[in-house]
């Protein structure tokens, strides 16, 4: 279905997700941080990337700045177990490629419903109308 980058370095939690996107049919690249996950972004047709913010040596934020640039068609989820107002900013603020944010914990069929479904409205309804839909959004911790 989709080739998704999924850049996380709790290897736990990013084998995990990687798993439920793979059991769902997407073929998924891992990155441990913001490095691999630019490296994979020049490399692969990526449909779609998933960032933590938090990583070490290049984190998310980072890491969606450089692919803002490079790849400004590429849609991004942020993960995080930070749900502040100001993390979430910051998030959106790394470019307007950035689409959702989403906080850990999530059970994985969640994350793979969410995005599948950033995946097809974003084909349908395109990149800026899926990022503010989830602007506008109240964000809250989704099990």
């Not at 793979?22 to 490296?39: D, L, S």
């Not at 490399?43 to 960032?51: F, G, K, Q």
């Not at 040596?57 to 989820?77: Q, S």
Request: hydrophobic residues 50%; contains cysteine; glycine residues 4%.
């Amino acid at each position: 279905m989709a080739n998704i980058l999924y850049a996380e370095d709790d290897r736990d939690c990013r084998e995990l997700f990687a798993f439920a996107l793979r059991t769902n049919n997407h073929t998924v690249h891992e990155a441990i941080n913001g490095a691999q996950a630019v490296q994979i972004v020049r490399e692969e047709a990526i449909d779609l990337a998933l960032l933590d913010a938090r990583m070490p040596m290049v984190t998310g934020y980072d890491a969606a700045r450089v692919i803002a640039k490079e790849r400004p068609d590429l849609p991004v989820i942020f993960l995080s177990a930070r749900g502040m107002r100001r993390e979430i900013a910051l998030a959106f603020d790394c470019g307007p490629m950035v689409v959702d944010y989403l906080i850990k914990p999530i059970a994985p069929q969640k994350l793979v419903e969410v995005v599948e479904y950033i995946i097809e409205s974003v084909r349908v309804r395109g990149l800026d109308s899926v990022r503010q839909e989830n602007l506008a959004r109240e964000f809250v911790p989704q099990w």
